[in-house]
């Protein structure tokens, strides 16, 4: 899999806390040198996508995607954004996939 450096930053930093949440790379991403997708093996739906095309240098573009409700409709929540920092996306992944994140002491 070949991916522009800033992508590949992307995944070793959230590779593993993802994997071992049971988050998964999205096989429908895997020749985009800019773009990576993830999707939950746990809960269908659920699923991100994250891109540098179109992006400032250093910057990411992120979309989010939710298993649709049971019952009535939830509040509209943002599910995409453009511009972010390398922190920013990881740690709203790590959000939208409920990951534990371990505090430092």
């Known amino acids: 899999m070949t991916k522009y450096r800033s992508i590949q930053q992307l995944l070793d930093q959230v590779a593993g806390p993802l ?3 049971g988050v998964g790379l999205c096989e429908d991403w895997q020749t985009q040198e800019e773009a990576v997708g993830f999707a939950s093996a746990l809960t269908e739906g659920l699923s991100a996508y994250v891109y ?3 992006q400032a240098a250093g910057c990411y573009g992120i979309n989010l995607e939710f298993p649709e409700p049971d019952g ?3 509040l509209p929540v943002p599910t995409s954004a453009e511009h972010l920092s390398l922190a920013s996306v990881v740690q ?3 959000e939208h996939f409920d990951v534990p994140v371990m505090a430092l002491a």
């Open 19 to 21: 994997a071992r949440a």
């Open 52 to 54: 540098t095309y179109g």
């Open 92 to 94: 709203m992944l790590l």
């Open 72 to 74: 009535p409709p939830l």
